[in-house]
């Protein structure tokens, strides 16, 4: 392994204080936190085919009970841009269209029946200690998901920041119909309030003007769209011309939100939940949801400055608990959110009840004040998801995956497409296919993708692990819990030399548990690749064994 990945001595931290110390950092980040919630949880729920004060039930839920649940100290709980597909694509099949109120509320109260019986399952798989459910998939193949997500969101939310209406319902043809929308169909005064609001998230980053630019930007988007929708009268039903064509505006436009805390409220009907259709979305939002919330607290951990760990079973347990109340209100689906948590972390939260006050502050402002969401115009919300999209999905993504060799940016591609022409899982299984393909490819036999032949013996310097076939994704949670039940007092070697491939997956994941063991004082020592052939310069990319794989595979 490169020496530019060993782990490096983490820099000064502040102390976490006694508990009034504590409680005001945690204060001050969870109303922080709150300024970028709520414009991001209506938008998230506004785009998964819910009225948009269901996102913000979710958060509350979220961030008031999970606290008491789990471990995950910096964590914030909430709807996600990630889950948009998983949400609306269950909406749809069970009838949702558009302009039909009976058909949506009717398919909104199905998609939380689904929501509820999918929050008690994943109690169980924690219960079943089955937080090891993000160690299943290749990374690449995360990745291209997450990319995949960032895309149909775009190509989703750019037809209603232009004001206009997509025809399609599929993402290639809302892809293809995005010239339509732009020539055609957007609404000028509509998309001048979205354009400008995208272009405020994209430019606001590198603002550097004192305390202005502290300001988060989808509360800078916030104020500046309700200016905006507040001049051009968006509240009023009016008809203007603009170059020779006639537009119409209505509060159509804004955010519809219910009179009081109590008609946000709505009930499951459970009456579609166990045909084929229900079942299937159940394990989609088991599955998706439960991937993206262990992934996201993993990332989260990685950032906090106390270095302190995430029991992922007890996690997903909580997640579980606030997923099954919140549907039962008539909230979205939840997860560790990782954009937030950022936010979180960098606002100086110091534990987990930053969480809590976040959610007790959304709590009050749609106790109170119901009526200021109804000003913000739905192409602000729509920017803010087109922005989300584009990072999920950044060019940066790409270039990742090229420099971890021409094979990873092929499986990560044949993922995106995936899920592009089909639907999430049957893409997520397309890329997992690939993957192997590959690795059948570069001569690994059929028993290392099931189980690792692994040696282990005692020498003077420690424990030595010896692969003796190939490691690779779907063998890693082996090797990790064989790694895991060592004692804890002693340098571990794991041995390469003798492995016929070890792929990306298996080498990233072996570099992020020697830097969790650095923290705690432990020794991992990753050594034996120097006679193996590399798909890139990248020192993570798939290492294949020299002279002993009938199948030459080019390097990138």
């Not at 990374?139 to 995949?148: E, I, K, N, P, Y």
């Not at 909230?331 to 606002?347: F, H, K, T, W, Y």
């Not at 490819?441 to 692969?467: M, W």
Request: aromatic residues 8%; hydrophobic residues 50%.
């Amino acid at each position: 392994m490169s020496d530019s990945h060993a782990p490096v001595a983490s820099r000064s931290v502040p102390e976490l204080g006694n508990w009034q110390a504590r409680l005001k950092s945690d204060a001050t980040a969870g109303f922080l936190v709150f300024l970028i919630a709520l414009p991001l949880c209506l938008a998230i729920a506004n785009a998964s085919c819910f009225p948009p004060v269901a996102g913000v039930i979710t958060a509350i839920v979220g961030g008031i009970l999970t606290p008491f649940l789990t471990n995950s100290q910096l964590t914030i709980k909430g709807p996600a841009a990630g889950l948009i597909v998983i949400v609306a694509g269950c909406a749809l099949a069970f009838g949702w269209v558009p302009n039909d109120p009976t058909a949506q509320w009717n398919a909104y109260r199905s998609v939380l029946a689904v929501g509820v019986v999918a929050g008690v399952i994943q109690i169980l798989l924690a219960l079943c200690k089955m937080g090891v459910i993000s160690e299943v998939f290749p990374t690449t193949v995360v990745h291209g998901m997450l990319a995949a997500i960032g895309v149909i969101i775009m190509a989703k939310q750019s037809h209603l920041m232009l004001g206009a209406t997509a025809q399609g319902k599929e993402p290639l043809h809302l892809i293809a119909e995005i010239p339509h929308s732009i020539m055609h169909g957007m609404n000028p005064a509509i998309a001048l309030i979205g354009l400008t609001c995208l272009a405020i998230l994209f430019v606001w980053p590198y603002v550097k003007i004192p305390y202005l630019s502290r300001l988060p930007g989808p509360l800078v988007v916030v104020a500046v769209s309700v200016t905006m929708a507040y001049f051009l009268n968006i509240d009023q039903l009016h008809r203007y011309t603009l170059g020779g064509h006639q537009y119409e505006v209505s509060e159509k436009f804004l955010v519809a939100v219910p009179g009081s805390l109590l008609g946000a409220i709505a009930t499951p009907d459970f009456s579609k939940v166990f045909t084929g259709t229900g079942i299937f979305w159940i394990v989609m939002f088991c599955l998706i949801g439960s991937l993206e919330s262990v992934l996201s607290a993993k990332a989260v951990d990685l950032l906090d400055p106390w270095k302190r760990k995430t029991n992922f079973d007890r996690d997903l347990l909580a997640v579980g608990v606030a997923n099954t109340v919140a549907a039962l209100l008539g909230g979205l689906p939840m997860i560790s959110e990782i954009v937030r948590s950022r936010a979180n972390i960098d606002n100086g939260a110091r534990t987990k009840f930053s969480n809590m006050f976040h959610g007790l502050f959304l709590l009050g402002f749609l106790g109170l004040l119901p009526s200021l969401i109804h000003r913000i115009p739905l192409a602000a919300l729509a920017a803010m998801l087109v922005y989300t999209g584009s990072r999920l999905a950044s060019y940066k993504e790409f270039m990742h995956s090229y420099k971890l060799g021409i094979d990873q940016l092929f499986v990560f591609v044949a993922t995106i497409v995936g899920v592009l022409a089909t639907d999430l899982l049957v893409g997520i299984l397309i890329g997992t296919c690939v993957e192997l393909g590959l690795h059948l490819l570069r001569g690994i036999s059929f028993r290392s993708i099931f189980s690792p032949n692994i040696k282990t013996t005692q020498s003077d310097e420690g424990i030595v692990v010896n692969a003796i076939d190939s490691l690779v994704f779907t063998t890693w949670i082996w090797l990790k819990q064989r790694l895991q039940a060592m004692d804890d007092k002693q340098k571990v070697v794991v041995d390469l030399s003798s492995a016929r491939v070890v792929d990306h997956t298996v080498l990233a994941k072996l570099q992020d548990l020697k830097n969790d063991w650095f923290v705690v004082g432990r020794t991992l020592d990753i050594r034996g690749l120097e006679s193996h052939k590399s798909m890139s310069a990248h020192p993570l990319s798939c290492h294949r064994k020299v002279g002993r794989d009938p199948v030459v595979v080019t390097s990138a």
